[in-house]
């Protein structure tokens, strides 16, 4: 049985009817990994913790005590902090650190939660800095639709492991478009719910009023039942919101308008002009608008809107995330936890030795550009000013959806790039975040969904933004597509990855 | 960026920086300035700085919990990552002449 290929749903009917074991489901998923350990997807993986799992749910499913998801395997990115697992942001500076305690989000789907089996930690790039996965200490995870190509980043790793069929499902975090962009590049779906609605207790923080967790799997339907369990207030994390009282899957299948002859009859899609501009990939714009008729074919109007500022959104954040990033990451310090330097004569060198030797380049770029921003006689100009862009770029997208339902457009100007085209110029890399940086900056939930490929068989994706608390009109229209297309069910062939490893 | 304030970013940072690397992290510094600096074309007077999106939302109140103790004593398992620690106490160089 080529399980790697299923939904959440069949994996949770094979388990209720044993017809499979969770402990097989592990040792299957786990043999995947080992096998494809040259792609780099996982940081950590500890086979005997993922089988004492697999068999507690397995007793948990036999007792009829499991919930839907019981049994099911998941990674999580390593931004989330585990236990039992290390616990790293690929970063030099946690190299070999153990969390005493479980995030929110792993203890959500863990042992004492949802019964959801951890197969380990995911690549990434360092502190979720970074559109390529480049950044990582320990190396990048590679395209499993070719190993010579970036997997996109921040969440590299979580979207690999999801294509290459390393997990059924995955966790991921977006601060700028971490999850949508290598869902992207990957040919995976991923959503970011509205700033809030996902915990960030023992999510290591990046840029705190941006991150936002979120679940990257092979599916809309699969992201609902996951982000079922996910969102909820949590005492632990003061800017969590209040629960969203519904289930994300309750609108899956259900027609836009009740009765129509169409799913899709009576939604309105808006087009951002600027998304389209000049910059974006040819074929990135063809896939996209093929994409864009199929919804017309299913029964939506697309309208052309404007967000004025979407360029301006690349220097609003590239101020706002290195500031929020700088004062994060000033607790990696030597001395409670983490790497610590070999040589100092002071206190004072220890420190500064210990964050340039345990802190990759773009981390160490991204402080310095931090406080610069936030220091005396450059505050207002910068840092107060790209805060005041950004309630600007929130405002438009409001009007925005005074006209239309959802904004579609593209994730990324162009497909996953070759692993070191882009490493060496910052700058360059920072402008293709382009269309994924506005609604984090807003706080609104995004997604994307496979819609195309390029000429060389690179997965594009299709971005949906939604305004606050969509989610589950997003995966309704999400899974419309999906149950009308089958580019989410294209998978790349490992053989060749293989051999090229 | 002259190699003074590069190395006064340094010193906010709390990272080293050597001479060899000055050049090149003020020419990539630079870069990033100067992409950023298209901020100062938008016209936003009256505009209200947005800190968090949350207040997009809605009202941002910070909420507070019961002053009762919630956590307990970890001590030690806390204590287990730390690079170098001595009897339950964390060990830094010399701070105080």
Known sequence: MKWHEKSLTELAKALQTKEVSSTELTHYFLKRIAEMKGLNAFLDVQEDLSLQEAKHADELISSGKAGFLTGIPIAHKDVFVTKSWKSTAASKMLENYISPFDARVVELLGQNGAGMVCLGKTNMDEFAMGSSNENSAFGPALNPWNSAFVSGGSSGGSAVAVAAGLTPIATGTDTGGSI?????????????????????????????????????????????????????????????????????????????????????????????????????????????????????????????????????????????????????????????????????????????????????????????????????????????????????????????????????????????????????????????????????????????????QSQDGLPIGLQIIGNYFSEAKMLQIADHFQKNTNWHLQTPNLQSVEGAL | MNTEEIKHLAKLSCLEISTEQTNQISKELENILSLVAELQSVDTKGVEPLFHPISMIQALNQPLRQDIVSETDNRSNNMLSAPISHEGLYLVPKVIE
């Not at chain 1, 979407?310 to 500031?323: C, D, G, M, N, R």
């Not at chain 1, 550009?369 to 910068?382: E, F, M, P």
């Open chain 1, 180 to 452: 949508r962009q290598p869902a992207s590049f990957c040919g995976i779906t991923g959503i970011k719910p509205t700033y809030g609605t996902i915990s960030r207790y023992g999510m290591i923080a990046y840029a705190s009023s941006l991150d936002q967790a979120g679940p990257m799997g092979k599916s809309a339907e699969d992201c609902a039942l996951l982000l079922n369990l996910l969102s909820g207030q949590d005492p632990r994390d003061s800017t969590s919101l209040k629960a969203q009282e519904i289930d994300f899957t309750s609108l899956l299948g259900k027609t836009w308008v009740e009765n129509a002859d169409l799913p899709l009859k009576g939604l309105k899609i808006g087009i951002p002009e600027e998304y389209f501009a000049q910059g974006l990939d040819a074929k990135v714009r063809e896939t996209v608008q093929n994409a864009l008729k199929k919804f017309e074919e299913l029964g939506a109007t697309c309208i052309s809107v404007s967000l004025p500022k979407t360029k301006l959104s690349i220097p609003v954040y590239y101020v706002l995330a290195p500031a929020e990033a700088s004062s994060n990451l000033s607790r990696y310090d030597g001395v409670r936890y983490g790497y610590r330097a070999k040589e100092y004569k002071d206190l004072n060198q220890m420190y500064e030795r210990t964050r340039s030797e345990g802190f990759g380049s773009e981390v160490k770029r991204r402080i310095l550009i931090g406080s610069y921003v936030l220091s005396q006689g450059y505050y207002d100009a910068y840092y107060l000013q790209a805060l005041k862009i950004r309630r600007i770029i929130a405002q438009d997208f409001q009007k925005s959806f005074e006209t239309c339902d959802v904004l579609m457009g593209p994730v990324a100007p162009k497909v996953a790039w070759k692993i070191g085209e882009k490493s060496k110029d910052p700058v360059e890399m920072y402008l293709e975040d382009i269309y994924t940086l506005s609604p984090n900056l807003a706080g609104l939930p995004a997604m994307s969904i496979p819609c195309g």
